[in-house]
């Protein structure tokens, strides 16, 4: 089992929805992030948390809106969005950021969006 | 704009022979590289890493490094069907926002029985 827990694992909505998605990890890492990934695409960089705070936007559309409560848990909050939005979303963590060269990211398992 | 170049693959090999997977990168200040393996719908999981010049091994895995060439590869040894996998390689710089982890497209990798 992943120590990064990503929720829901599937997610279908429709362009006019709201909805979350949900990660928490309990290993004390300090730095959280949020990646895009395609079909047959590499992992895409979308926000960075460092301490809580927002230290990357990579030119995200504001109907993502990414929210890190506390130190364990991140948020990614969605609202009218398009087909082509539909991906594999991922969640991952670091000791810190600059940890994050010392020992990788730690990835959870995804939700699967599709919007219709 | 800093990049991670792979072959997309797929690379074919057949079960008991050694996968070779290359990747090259264009930041000459990344410090910090790293193999994951995504299985199909999968989420990326990470087998190695390694810092410095030369050769890391890990069971069957070897990681190799060589910076001044920006070349970056992964050795599997006595491949299995069970790694069959796109195998993405990822590369860390240092420094402000840029100290991020950069994925390649990833090699696809299929081991026949």
């Known amino acids: 089992d992943t120590e990064v827990t990503q929720t829901p694992k599937h997610l279908v909505m429709g362009m006019t929805n709201k909805k979350s998605l949900k990660c928490e990890q309990h290993m004390g890492h300090r730095a959280m992030y949020w990646y895009k990934q395609k079909a047959k695409k590499p992992p895409e960089l979308m926000f960075v948390?460092?301490?809580?705070?927002?230290?990357i936007n990579e030119s995200v559309p504001s109907r993502f809106s990414p929210e890190c409560p506390n130190s364990s848990l991140l948020n990614l909050h969605l609202h009218a969005l398009q087909p082509e939005d539909s991906a594999l979303y991922l969640c991952?963590?670091?000791?810190?950021?600059?940890?994050?060269?010392?020992?990788?990211?730690?990835f959870g398992s995804g939700t699967r969006l599709t919007v219709v | 704009q800093k990049e991670v170049e792979q072959n997309s693959g797929p690379l074919s090999v057949p079960e008991g022979a050694i996968a070779s997977l290359n990747c090259t990168y264009s930041d000459r200040g990344s410090q910090s590289f790293f193999w994951y393996r995504q299985y199909s719908g999968k989420s990326p999981e990470l087998i190695m890493s390694?810092?410095?010049?030369g050769d890391k091994e890990d069971g069957r895995f070897t990681a190799q490094l060589n910076k001044a060439s920006q070349y970056v590869s992964l050795l599997i040894r006595d491949s299995q069907p069970s790694d069959s996998a796109t195998y993405l390689c990822a590369v860390h710089g240092y420094g402000g926002s840029q100290g991020n982890l950069i994925f390649g497209k990833g090699t696809k990798l299929s081991v026949k029985p």
């Open positions: 390694i810092y410095s010049n």
């Open positions: 948390y460092s301490y809580e705070k927002l230290s």
């Open positions: 991952a963590s670091s000791q810190d950021k600059s940890q994050g060269g010392n020992y990788g990211y730690t």
